[in-house]
């Protein structure tokens, strides 16, 4: 199908101000009377505030307030509290102080007397379950079905996980398919390994700073959030105000990768502190506080066992997941790391265990293919391991088990939309001319020898029952109400461009209203889970479709004839029988002021969401009111796919490697924004760099403290730790669930890069594999010169 | 309580943590109570972007902090304010400088460009910044500014430079949104190595 604005590159209405500094992000606003706080965070990982003495910090000149946990409401363990009178992190907020100026505020912070009693503590998963093991929090030490409560294996059954046997501790999440018994019987060959990978943090490169005000009852944020309408329940429910008391501003956010999904502690903060003030507060974020406050991914410790028939094909996988969930509540990440190897392997037989255990480290949230990539980076090298045994080529054992439109997934063994991976392997091994390639596998060049990797990547990408909004004025403008945050995806205005498709107007006469709340933007789902594409080219279409059939009935009421007979083209309605009868948008906008009703949003229907309503309420008798929920059918799950191919120089002499040549592929369906496709294709490689080879949480054991709280300490990659140029491409066969053809595809975009690139160093070191991430040049060389590593088998935490 | 963990050893980790916890933050630290005493705000001029700026600076006031929150130039960003991202870099006598890691003071008689300093009088983008708009090089944008000082500052210094020089010029300044190649691609088609 050809379009007119989809598959087609444009300008982003918002790049132009990215490029010249002028794009305000929350810690570039300035109001009248602004204050500044700061926040006194825990030294100790986990304690509770006996005594807090603010006698010398309130009396200093400039001081002006203090804002504790008790002045904001109580939060229920293992959700996170905006202050906390019991930490249960190094880092946690326990109090804020306001003053004329930030250097007074963090003099006054120096000032109090906080008495904190130390309680238990632990940093690791598998500490905290051995009998009489600490519990990170009095409330018990994992998280259930949404509740608290306390597991402790036998001392057999740790030692058993430990030495990397099949588990036998008790596993509170379950769930299988299959014969799993059979599925091992029919097996050729039977993988059996215990892995680590490690969690780490987001790093977002803007620290999440917020401003906030009170002006007429309404409560001002300027926030730093991906998504833009789903975070006003969550904030004004954090905030216990009614929604249409809060104005969210979230115009630009500088990253969030997961961790800024929702409304969170810290962006409330303000709210309270300026209602107890009666001042504007701005909270200024430190690097440091965002490690602490800004989340991390789940840390695995976990076995697998996976049996493959004698053409490669998966039988069966046995899958066992501790999940280290960090201090607060969270833990899909086992689910959904097993709902990826169910719909990438198609195994015949699958079993997940898993259980999810609270350490006193950083809170952890979704973090990218939070899961799917941990899980990428564990099953796809071992798939090589098993391809070797079997004489069966790399690409081609992903052949045989990859998913297609029949595709099965999950515990319940559901459908998918449509899947068509081997079409994105076999145009990956084509530009990447791996059968060439793979020929120079394990050729030496002086100390350096050649690895050639390939890895898939999965995350579900699409949402269904979002509201779109569109209008247009009298002037003839098209306005495109996009809920979406600017997560830097581009997808707030790519995904509108399926009602400019709709409404088959020209782009210079669109504008997207977007990152305010008032501006009465609809409901959208969540800028997370590679979701947007596929939800909101659905939203929008619905919107714009509504709208096309209130242009053609308004033509039909003013030029007569019936609605059937008119069509739309440059932006006029027109009789298809007798072209002289027409209207343009402008025309129709207005004739649409006069007619009321549901044309000008003065009705509207009923099963939109609120924030959606009061949008159209907001904007009622301004022009003709396009809006709608979603109520197209999905028929399963939406896949987003990804296949990455690396070929590497492995230093045997330092442990170092060189990526020389990155392909990625993305399988999602029909592009939609090619530049951004790139992007996210060419971001997620880079973020598969560091999960694979370089970024990694490391608590002190003894004493619970993080001793990576910077980027030189963490290791984001830089320009010189990623290829010289990253090669991108797309398979494009349309989804049939999506009016535009439309899938997601930001998450398995890095966890196929995650898993080429360990695989590429499996490669290069002739089968061996770690079982681990981050795989570290130490590791190598402890490996190459058959000494053994510096950690135990499944220690967390190590250097 | 952990067995392995006695009451001396925690109390000397709790030592430890204030410790670390108070040597973190620098930009505040550096505004904290180790500053002189009597110290006080002085007028300095300071040429930013073309335009003589008076302003008061404190002696260890950054240049980060006087350009966005006295002279109201928030196009210059602070990631980390410690030198470690190179979201704040501006040029100081055309050579890229984190201004997050610079005295104020010590830019006394010296030129200083911030990204808002970068655009044609007449408002056309720098070569630079089209480049970055026409590839698509930002994402969250976040440390957009400092990416364009950057490349601006390689340029002046090498025309043309090569995907490779492009790389280890731009190396002191990160993006987690992984948009590098974005970069390098805008990089090469501002110096007329790539359409």
């Known amino acids: 199908m050809t379009y007119r604005h989809i598959g087609k590159d444009f300008t982003p209405p918002d790049i132009v101000s990215k490029v010249t500094g002028k794009a305000k992000y929350s810690e570039d606003f300035q109001v009248d009377g602004m204050v500044y706080a700061r926040l006194l965070t825990s030294p100790m990982p986990h304690g509770k505030v006996k005594n807090i003495d603010l006698s010398e910090a309130l009396a200093m000149e400039g001081v002006i307030g203090v804002l504790t946990a008790d002045d904001v409401p109580p939060s229920q363990a293992p959700n996170p509290a905006i202050l906390t009178n019991e930490p249960v992190y190094v880092g946690d907020p326990i109090l804020a102080i306001a003053a004329v100026d930030e250097k007074t505020a963090e003099d006054a912070i120096s000032k109090v007397r906080v008495e904190l009693e130390p309680l238990p503590f632990t940093t690791s998963p598998t500490d905290s379950l051995r009998p009489g093991g600490p519990s990170a929090r009095t409330e018990g030490n994992v998280f259930i079905q949404r509740e608290m409560s306390q597991i402790n294996w036998s001392d057999e059954d740790l030692q058993r996980f430990l030495d990397g046997k099949e588990p036998t501790g008790e596993a509170p999440t379950e769930w299988s398919f299959g014969d799993l018994e059979a599925g091992f019987d029919n097996a050729t060959v039977v993988m059996e390994e215990s892995f680590v990978t490690t969690g780490y943090a987001h790093m977002c490169m803007e620290p999440r700073s917020v401003l906030s005000y009170w002006q007429n009852g309404k409560c001002h944020v300027y926030g730093s959030t991906q998504s833009q309408s789903f975070v006003v329940p969550s904030l004004a429910e ?65 076995w697998i066992k996976a049996g493959f028939k004698a053409d490669g094909t998966v039988s069966a996988v046995d899958l066992y997941i501790v999940q280290d969930l960090g201090s607060q509540g969270t833990g899909g990440d086992a689910s959904s790391a097993g709902g990826a190897v169910s719909i990438l392997y198609q195994p015949d037989a699958m079993r997940l265990r898993a259980i999810p255990v609270l350490t006193n480290t950083t809170p952890r949230g979704a973090q990218r293919g939070p899961g799917q990539n941990q899980i990428a980076a564990i099953f796809e090298p071992m798939l090589d391991k098993a391809a070797r045994e079997l004489g069966i080529d790399p690409l081609e054992i992903r052949r045989v088990n990859a998913p297609d439109s029949s595709a099965r997934i999950n515990a319940n063994q559901g459908p998918v939309t449509s899947a068509y991976m081997v079409e994105a392997l076999d145009k990956g091994g084509e530009l990447f001319n791996w059968k060439e390639r793979k020929k120079r596998s394990g050729q030496r060049n002086g100390s350096k020898v050649t690895g050639i990797g390939v890895g898939q990547g999965y995350h579900s990408a699409g949402e269904s029952g979002f509201d779109g909004l569109v209008r247009i004025t009298p002037d ?52 997370a889970g590679s979701n947007t594409t596929f939800t909101h080219t659905r939203a929008n279409y619905m919107a714009a479709q509504d709208m096309l059939t209130k242009i053609k009935e308004i033509a039909a009421v003013t030029l007569g004839g019936a609605a059937d007979d008119y069509d739309v083209a440059d932006e006029r309605v027109f009789n298809t029988g007798d072209t002289t009868r027409s209207m343009s ?47 197209l059918p999905v028929r399963g799950t939406v896949p987003g796919l990804a296949v990455a191919f690396a070929e590497i120089e492995l230093d045997l002499e330092t442990g170092k490697h060189e990526i020389i040549d990155y392909l990625a592929v993305a399988e999602c369906g029909t592009v939609v924004h090619p530049q951004g496709l790139a992007g996210q294709l060419c971001g997620g490689a880079v973020w598969g760099f560091g999960m694979a080879s370089l970024e990694r949480h490391v608590y002190d054991p003894q004493n619970g403290l993080p001793a990576n709280v910077g980027y030189y300490q963490c290791k984001p990659p830089t320009y010189l730790d990623v290829p010289r140029e990253i090669q991108t491409a797309a398979v494009d066969i349309a989804d049939p669930d999506n009016p535009m053809g439309a899938r997601g595809i930001g998450e398995p975009a890095m966890g196929c890069a995650t898993a080429a690139v360990l695989c590429a160093l499996s490669d290069a070191l002739g089968g061996h594999i770690f079982n681990r991430t981050p795989v570290t040049p130490d590791m190598i060389i402890n490996h190459l010169a058959k000494q053994p590593q510096s950690y135990a088998k499944l220690a967390m935490n190590t250097f | 309580m952990n067995a392995r963990l006695s009451r001396r050893r925690f109390i000397k980790g709790v030592i430890a943590s204030s410790v670390a916890a108070a040597s973190t933050s620098a930009w505040y630290s550096a505004a904290q109570s180790d500053r002189p005493q009597g110290s006080v705000e002085r007028l300095l001029t300071i040429n930013v972007n073309g335009k003589k700026r008076r302003v008061d600076v404190l002696p260890q006031e950054t240049l980060a902090h006087t350009l966005r929150y006295k002279l109201g130039l928030t196009g210059t ?16 006598d055309d050579m890229t400088h984190y201004s997050c890691s610079m005295l104020t003071h010590s830019v006394r008689g010296r030129e200083v460009t911030t990204v808002e300093g970068v655009q044609a009088p007449n408002g056309d983008l720098h070569p630079v910044q089209q480049a970055f708009v026409d590839e698509l090089g930002p994402q969250c944008g976040y440390c957009t500014p400092g990416q364009v000082m950057a490349a601006v500052a390689l340029l002046k210094a090498n025309p043309k430079p090569t995907r490779d020089e492009a790389r280890i010029a731009m190396s ?17 088609r501002a110096s007329g190595q790539r359409t």
């Open chain 1, 238 to 302: 954090q905030l216990g105000i009614e929604q249409k008391d809060l104005v969210y501003v979230s115009e630009f956010c500088g990253g969030g990768f997961g961790s800024k999904i929702a409304s969170y502690p810290v962006l409330a903060l303000p709210g309270y502190f300026s209602k107890k003030l009666a001042r504007p507060v701005m909270l200024r974020i430190t690097r440091e506080e965002e490690f602490y406050v800004g989340s991390a991914r789940v840390g695995f410790q976990g």
């Open chain 1, 585 to 631: 948008y402008a025309e129709v906008a207005r004739r649409s002021i006069e007619l009321g009703g549901r044309y000008s949003g003065a009705e509207m229907p009923d099963d939109i969401h609120q924030v959606t309503q009061r949008a159209v309420q907001g904007l009622a008798g301004s022009g003709l009111i396009g809006v709608a929920k979603d109520v």
């Open chain 2, 77 to 92: 960003k602070l990631g980390c304010n410690r030198g470690e991202c190179g979201a704040c870099t501006v040029l100081v």
């Open chain 1, 476 to 527: 003839g403008k098209i306005h495109l109400h996009s809920g979406v945050g600017n997560l830097g995806t581009y997808s707030y205005v790519s995904t509108t461009r399926a009602a400019a498709e709709v409404l088959n107007c020209s782009w210079e006469n669109c504008v997207v209203e977007h990152g305010n709340s008032a501006l009465h933007l609809p409901w959208s789902s969540y800028q």
């Open chain 2, 172 to 188: 002191g300044n990160l993006c987690r949104c992984g948009a590098y190649d974005h970069y390098l691609h805008a990089i090469m």
